[in-house]
Structure formats: C-alpha cells, structure tokens
Nanobody, 124 residues
Framework: QVQLVESRGGLVQPGGSLRLSCVASKFTLADYAIGWFRQAPGKEREGVSCISRSGGTRYADSVKGRFTISRDNAKNTVYLQMNSLKPEDTAVYYC??????????????????WGQGTQVTVSP
C-alpha cells in the first residue's frame, strides 16, 4: 500500500526554522510530483509548494522566499525547509503525491496520495 509519512513537526518561535520531510514507501517517488499543503484551524486546506519530477518548483505567495522544497529520489524523500516562520504558518502540514508524465512542471491540484499530516505551531 502506498504510504507517505511526514516527519514530526513541532513548536517553533517566530523567526525560527523547521525542516519537514516526507518519506514515500511502496512506490517510486521519481514518477510523482510531490506537494506540501497545510490546513489551519477553521480554514480550508491550501497548497504551499510543489516539486516536479525533474525538480521544478512552485510556491504559494505567502511562503515565497521563506520556504524551500527539495527532493532526493534516491532516498524516496521530499523536504520542506521553512525559514522565518510566522504565527500564521501554524497549521497541520501534509505531503501528497501526484502521478504525472510531466517532468518539469507541478501543480497544487489533484493529488492521488496523502500523508497523515504533522502539526507545526509557530508561537513565542
């Protein structure tokens, strides 16, 4: 069964950094675009970032310049480096996989598999 497992999030002070990882099992990560999404209490889930099969990236305006997505296909792992964190980044973060033939582009829509989510809290 396809699995995506996010690393543990945590509590971070404003201005701090945190790196999330997403490990894929039972499928070949290289065949998939990977996205990171988040959902804050009382809000709809939003796309944060995605990375294409060949490493092309896309970011939500709210995280541009602060978050960096990367992938290591050999380790079947995708990372989300989050810097300069703000209280409004507080949310449950999910990684997701989308099977695609596209190499250089990714989208923040229509993902096939999802992780269980991990809580990130940014607070003094």
């Amino acid at each position: 069964q396809v699995q995506l497992v996010e690393s543990r999030g945590g509590l971070v002070q404003p201005g701090g950094s945190l790196r999330l990882s997403c490990v894929a099992s039972k499928f070949t990560l290289a065949d998939y675009a990977i996205g990171w999404f988040r959902q804050a209490p009382g809000k709809e889930r939003e796309g944060v970032s995605c990375i294409s099969r060949s490493g092309g990236t896309r970011y939500a305006d709210s995280v541009k310049g602060r978050f960096t997505i990367s992938r290591d296909n050999a380790k079947n792992t995708v990372y989300l480096q989050m810097n300069s964190l703000k209280p409004e980044d507080t949310a449950v973060y999910y990684c997701a996989a989308r099977r695609t033939f596209l190499l250089s582009q990714c989208t923040l829509e229509k993902y096939d598999y999802w992780g269980q989510g991990t809580q990130v809290t940014v607070s003094p």
